[in-house]
């Protein structure tokens, strides 16, 4: 059962679904690569996406590691999980949940690399949602959070006119806040890096 927040989510997401894999959101690609440079990932990960959209970082993993591994992908919209699933026919060890980050589909201790991009600011209990990540994660393993990160006046002000024009939009978190975030759920922080501005990727390990 969604909360009435994430079922607006959905539904905008349900209709970006649609052209989201068009060349103009190939940015999205190019972010989320920059993260996923930065996880070592090796054959025999367990690597889970939170807010997969689509499922191209799902897919790319799946064939950089040749499908040696599990693949998993999350996310609060049916249509984008319907375009993952299609897009990973033929791919083995790959799975999509339509379901909310709060509430993972997932036992226990299973996953040992976790990526989250650009969908952090949309989630109205971000600690929730870091606590459920770290239930399903292995001893050691670590969690990559690429987001627009509010260290200064600017992204304030951002951050303030997009909560005005976007219902689903929560708030962009500044470096000192994911600290105390991961720091609440038992997550020891690992690093901060940017990426271009005024995105920084998050790292923390259990």
């Not at 103009?24 to 367990?46: E, N, V, Y």
């Not at 799975?95 to 226990?108: D, G, Q, T």
Request: aromatic share 12%; hydrophobic share 40%; net charge positive.
């Amino acid at each position: 059962m969604f909360t009435q927040h994430e079922k607006a989510n959905e539904q905008k997401w349900n209709r970006r679904s649609q052209s989201y894999d068009e060349k103009k959101f190939d940015w999205f690609r190019w972010m989320q690569k920059q993260a996923l440079a930065l996880m070592d990932l090796q054959r025999g990960d367990s690597f889970l996406d939170l807010g997969c959209g689509t499922g191209w970082a799902v897919c790319y993993v799946a064939n950089l590691l040749e499908e040696q591994g599990q693949f998993i992908g999350v996310d609060i919209s049916d249509g984008m999980i319907a375009k993952a699933k299609e897009k990973s026919l033929g791919l083995k060890n790959v799975s999509f949940y339509h379901a909310s980050v709060e509430k993972l589909p997932i036992e226990n201790e299973q996953v040992n690399k976790v990526l989250c991009t650009n969908s952090f600011h949309h989630y109205l209990n971000p600690e929730a949602a870091l606590a459920e990540a770290r239930r399903v994660m292995k001893a050691k393993g670590r969690i990559y959070i690429l987001d627009v990160t509010s260290d200064d006046f600017f992204i304030n002000w951002m951050d303030r006119r997009a909560a005005r024009r976007e219902k689903e939009h929560v708030r962009f978190h500044s470096t000192p806040e994911f600290k105390k975030m991961f720091a609440a759920v038992g997550l020891k922080y690992v690093s901060s890096l940017r990426i271009a501005y005024p995105l920084r990727v998050h790292i923390a390990e259990k």
